[in-house]
């Protein structure tokens, strides 16, 4: 009797220990994919602008032909007052802050005279999981962990 109860007991702090892992790495897929998501937004941004030779905007989405201020809301690719790319607003939970003021607008040239960070956070703010871009003369590096803001 006693062996089975030291089984269950070694079974159960497997499963709780398994469980934590597997959320864990859900999450973290999740918000790769949404940093994904939105770098793939700034690369059609950027191709664009060149390819048209005016300026588009990476703004946060309104729900229409325009820019808003809510970055959890997904985000858009804007040529003037057209979408030319519609991002999936966030889920579960997670926020994402912008530190720099407004937003990148990418020139004719492929250039953003943007500065700033905009960081992906879980629901729970745990460090290991933040997920950032960072803008800095014209491009944008992306990281990962306590790095982030």
Not at 50 to 76: H, M
Not at 101 to 129: C, E, I, M, R, V
Request: glycine content about 12%; charged content about 10%.
């Amino acid at each position: 009797m006693i062996e089975l109860l030291v089984t269950i007991s070694i079974l159960i702090i497997m499963a709780t220990l398994g469980t934590a892992s597997y959320q864990y790495l859900v999450t973290s897929t999740r918000l790769n994919g949404q940093i994904s998501g939105m770098l793939n937004g700034l690369k059609t941004a950027r191709s664009e602008a060149i390819k048209r030779g005016q300026a588009v905007d990476f703004c946060p989405n309104a729900g229409g032909a325009s820019c808003g201020t809510n970055w959890a809301a997904g985000w858009n690719v804007m040529l003037n007052s057209t979408q030319l790319k519609i991002g999936d607003p966030l889920t579960h939970g997670d926020t994402l802050t912008n530190t720099g003021t407004g937003y990148p607008q990418f020139t004719s040239a492929g250039y953003t005279f943007f500065t700033g960070t905009l960081s992906l956070h879980d629901a729970n703010s745990t460090s290991s999981l933040y997920r950032c871009i960072v803008f800095n003369a014209g491009s944008w590096t992306t990281q990962q962990g306590a790095a982030c803001p």
